[in-house]
């Protein structure tokens, strides 16, 4: 039974977190992962399309240098993801930042991170999607199944901020297909076991192992591939290219996204306060290794410059397809800039075929797993923001049948499907670290703002020396933001835009907390003159059990 109660004046749009813990403790989802489950989950998430495919994206943007551009991406990520702990283990619940703003910051910053939260979710997905297209294409082409170029790619888009695709691409079948897949599998629940997830992590860390244990050896006897080592520059802030070594570091940031899943799937946790920490910093740390160590084999094994175009002496724009369809990327020995599938074309270059074709089928197997784990956060996010009334109630429907959020979950596959379909994934991993990146600013200032406004609630982890570190994460998230490409920052601009519109014409009027409507009658009946009220008739069933469903 919800109950209003009248908003005390001056209080502002503020959901309590005694009411948010409350909330989730009635409505609880199944708490069943732990420490371990929670840092594969992240391991899950993170290594996927950013390490496989966009390694050739960030040698275009900075040569060798992207080497530094990793260190810099995770070093972001790890100031952020310690802000992320501590909310997390205070604040157990579904949401992730969205909650935690809500709980903070306001209504409106709330309702901005969920918004900048579907770049994140939903273009990841879209990035993974386009991703694993790049790896089943060369897969299907040896076994003798040849798909038309123009159903493997997209169209060639040059409208304002959406930029991309090939020359004589109509759209991404495979990429649609597998969002399909996926899609289809959220809504009957068919759920990732803690066992089927794990074996699809081994897979992954097996294939970055094998290419590691492969190229490093080789790094001896081909330094000269390290020189130069940042042929064009390290990039600037105010630089509208976004390229350098700033620039590679703005999207191979996109290699990172997903730790913060692990905090999506608080509510389901077991001694979250504990776990969540572990879960989150744990993954990036195993992470970050791993990245460092493949980028350093890839180059040492085979170089990483970047490709020019011989006709006017500048380098072309990574992605483009005027770099596909340059000379270079049509010989036998095509720069690693040329590939959709970095990490098997080095090594079938340096090694054997049959070790390359292991390296995609790896990608291939495992890639899937990355597209469920993010349209599954983007779900999420959506059934917290429709159980707070700030999106139609209806999308937290619950399927009579499958007992998962069905109509949010569909709604999600189609944008998902449509950017994959249209856009490549270096033009998706931009877009999605663009509303990641505020995201991960807005969580930082709210640890900061908690510590002021709620000093005595227990902190089960407190972020270490926070008033260095919560800034250092917000300036890192500003410094990946303006790297980024003119055409990114305009994407988010207009999309903020959007959001405004959307939260003044329709979700501030029938936001929950606004109308003073909380799932928890025991903290409401404390206001005086407090009334109970029935639940709509065809109001969404409460998704008890949707942990165990999806």
Request: proline share 6%.
């Amino acid at each position: 039974m919800a109950t209003i109660a009248p908003r005390a004046a001056g209080r502002g749009r503020i959901k309590s977190l005694d009411e948010i813990l409350a909330t989730a403790e009635k409505k609880s989802l199944k708490r069943s992962l732990g420490a371990f489950q929670l840092t594969l989950l992240g391991i899950g998430a993170v290594i996927g399309t950013g390490i496989f495919v966009l390694t050739a994206t960030a040698a275009q943007k900075a040569g060798p240098g992207m080497m530094v551009s990793f260190i810099v991406a995770g070093s972001v990520c790890a100031v952020a993801a310690l802000c992320y702990s501590e909310l997390a283990s205070m604040v157990p619940v579904a949401g992730s930042a969205y909650t935690y703003s809500y709980a903070v910051m306001g209504e409106i910053v709330a309702w901005l991170v969920g918004w900048a939260l579907i770049l994140e979710y939903a273009l990841g997905a879209s990035a993974v999607a386009v991703g694993w297209s790049g790896h089943i294409v060369p897969l299907l082409d040896s076994l003798g199944i040849h798909l038309p170029h123009a159903l493997t790619v997209g169209p060639k888009i040059e409208w304002g901020f959406l930029q991309g695709g090939e020359i004589g691409g109509f759209f991404n079948l495979p990429a649609i297909l597998i969002v399909a897949f996926v899609t289809t599998l959220l809504v009957i629940g068919t759920k990732e076991s803690a066992t089927f997830n794990a074996v699809l992590v081994l897979i992954k860390v097996a294939a970055l192992t094998l290419f590691v244990a492969v190229t490093l050896p080789m790094v001896s006897g081909h330094m000269q591939n390290f020189h130069p080592f940042a042929p064009r520059g390290w990039g600037s802030p105010l630089s509208s290219s976004g390229t350098g070594v700033l620039g590679a570091a703005a999207s191979i940031f996109f290699a990172y996204v997903g730790f913060d899943a692990v905090s999506t799937a608080a509510e389901e946790t077991k001694n979250p306060q504990r776990n969540v920490p572990i879960g989150l910093i744990g993954s990036l740390l195993i992470c970050t290794v791993f990245y460092l160590l493949v980028a350093g084999g890839a180059i040492g094994a085979y170089g990483a410059q970047p490709l020019m175009d011989p006709a006017t002496g500048h380098f072309l724009k990574e992605g483009s397809p005027e770099l596909y369809a340059a000379s270079a990327c049509h010989a036998a020995n095509a720069p690693l800039v040329c590939s959709k599938e970095a990490l098997a074309y080095v090594m079938r270059q340096v090694s054997t075929p049959m070790l390359g074709y292991l390296i995609g089928l790896a990608a291939t197997l495992a890639l899937p797993s990355v597209v469920l784990l993010m349209m599954y956060g983007q779900t999420r996010i959506f059934f917290v923001m429709a159980r707070d009334g700030l999106l139609p109630e209806r999308l937290s429907t619950v399927h009579p049948r499958f007992r998962t959020p069905w109509i949010v979950t569909i709604v999600t596959g189609i944008f998902v499907a449509i950017a994959a379909a249209f856009l490549p994934v270096g033009t998706l991993a931009d877009y999605s670290n663009a509303g990641t990146l505020f995201a991960f600013a807005a969580v930082s200032v709210g640890v900061m703002v908690l510590r002021f406004t709620d000093p005595r609630r227990p902190r089960p982890f407190r972020t270490p020396v926070l008033f260095v570190v919560a800034p250092l994460s917000i300036a890192g998230c500003l410094l990946l933001f303006f790297s980024l490409g003119i055409e990114s920052k305009e994407l988010f601009a207009a999309w903020t835009i959007i959001g405004l519109l959307i939260y003044f014409l329709y979700s501030r009027s029938r936001s929950h907390v606004g109308r003073g409507i909380t799932e928890v009658p025991e903290l409401a009946s404390e206001a005086p003159g407090s009334i109970g009220i029935a639940p709509m008739p065809g109001a969404p069933v409460p998704p008890q059990d949707i942990g165990d469903s999806d």
